[in-house]
């Protein structure tokens, strides 16, 4: 505090909302017309669906803990994301 009271700092702040706004629209306008969410999504999940295929015995063990301790999603028949 300064000798007559008042606090040698000024508060200050800025309303981010807009500039949030500016990016996302910036975003978007970055993916183009023709970008397809949906088609992204299925093309990740044939993705991992690969990366976890054709695992050994021992690669599968490591993946069977990952997805018991919650580090990974189970993958395979029944899965929401399928």
Do not use: C, K
């Not at 000024?10 to 500039?19: A, C, G, N, P, Y």
């Not at 306008?29 to 299925?42: C, I």
């Amino acid at each position: 505090m300064n000798q007559d009271g008042t606090s040698p700092h000024t508060d200050f702040e800025i309303d981010l909302t807009l500039e949030e706004t500016r990016r996302r629209a910036a975003v978007i306008a970055a993916l183009g017309p023709g970008w397809d969410p949906v088609a992204v999504m299925r093309d990740e999940e044939e993705a991992y669906d690969l990366l976890y295929s054709g695992l050994d015995e021992r690669q599968r063990e490591t993946y069977d803990m990952l997805v018991a301790a919650g580090v990974l999603p189970r993958r395979g028949p029944g899965r929401a994301a399928t």
